[in-house]
């Protein structure tokens, strides 16, 4: 009977921990292991010229040498307006140490604009239509679904990929480590 | 028996995260949509949406060509209430779901529909929104 204990209990502990490693996995995203990037994804990222919530053209090369997250998101989607407020406090936190965050969103200039006044996002957000889906796909989005998050080194190189939230833990680490 | 019952809960623990246990879907795998004309005037659109995802009611939208064809308004299904804290307070739709819609063919034609969807995984993810597109000949007369 002790053996039937211990082993229901090894097999229900063995099944709750690879079920909580199944339900990250996909939160945890990728951090390539060579850090670099195909350069034409790159490119793509570096040309992309959208409006601010002011109406301002700017280059997403504008912030070219920056340890620099871009965060693909969109006001439609719940998950990405619940890890934003995170952002902007790392924002806040990081920007000392050269951490420059860029929203790209799929959405409407009204939206986005009245979202980022009631958020008080810190950080600048780019508008674009569907157009800004198939550039996280250029970047690694395999599905484009968002929130699509990319770390870049002050380089240029991808340094992480994340599809879901990313947890302010994680993010943290990932800068730390190319800081 | 305690033990025996953790051992249930687990495995029903681990069967309760569909999506979490695989790669996502794509839109087009996880809110498979079909339409066909179930009568002269009628439409009816299936939503087969995947475990794991859902779709949100107030983003299915529906459009008819010819200008000739009128859409009438189409009769959703209650869905469930989703509350969420920073989205607020949506319908959404899991699993197979039905959406009829009246329509006027002037002629009895073949008529285009379109239907726009959005959904998202419970994972935390969303997706953009998608426009399925059908052609939908006429029921034929009995004779």
């Avoid at chain 1, 053209?57 to 989607?77: K, P, Q």
Wanted: proline share 5%; glycine share 6%; charged share 20%.
């Amino acid at each position: 009977m002790t053996s039937f204990r211990t082993v229901a209990v090894c097999v229900a502990v063995a099944i709750l921990a690879l079920s909580a490693g199944y339900a990250t996995h996909l939160l945890v995203g990728e951090s390539p292991r060579s850090g670099v990037s195909h350069a034409a994804d790159m490119d793509a990222l570096w040309k992309t010229e959208l409006a601010d919530t002011n109406g301002q053209r700017m280059t997403v090369n504008h912030w070219r040498g920056s340890i620099l997250v871009v965060n693909f998101w969109a006001t439609w989607c719940a998950p990405c307006r619940e890890e934003m407020p995170a952002f902007v406090l790392l924002q806040r936190d990081l920007a000392g140490k050269g951490v420059q965050f860029v929203g790209i969103a799929a959405d409407q200039g009204e939206k986005v604009k009245a979202f980022a006044t009631e958020l008080q996002i810190n950080y600048p957000l780019l508008v674009g239509g569907m157009d800004v889906i198939d550039l996280s796909a250029r970047l690694g989005n395999e599905i484009s679904a968002l929130p699509f998050t990319i770390v870049v080194d002050r380089a240029g190189r991808i340094v992480h990929r994340q599809l879901g939230i990313l947890k302010p833990d994680k993010l943290r680490a990932v800068i730390a480590a190319i800081s | 028996m305690r033990e025996r019952n953790l051992a249930a809960a687990a495995v029903l623990f681990a069967l309760a995260l569909p999506v979490a246990g695989q790669d996502l879907l794509d839109a087009s795998q996880a809110f498979r949509t079909s339409a066909r004309r179930i009568g002269a005037d009628v439409i009816e659109v299936r939503y087969d949406t995947a475990p794991g995802y859902y779709l949100y009611r107030d983003r299915l939208e529906f459009k008819l060509q010819p200008e000739s064809a009128r859409l009438g308004a189409p009769k959703l299904p209650p869905g469930k209430v989703k509350e969420d804290e920073f989205f607020g307070r949506s319908v959404i739709y899991r699993n197979r779901t039905i959406v009829q819609l009246p329509i006027t063919a002037m002629d009895n034609s073949t008529v285009t529909l379109t239907a726009d969807l959005q959904g998202c995984a419970d994972i935390g993810v969303c997706y953009p929104p998608v426009r399925r597109t059908f052609v939908l000949a006429a029921p034929s007369k009995a004779r």
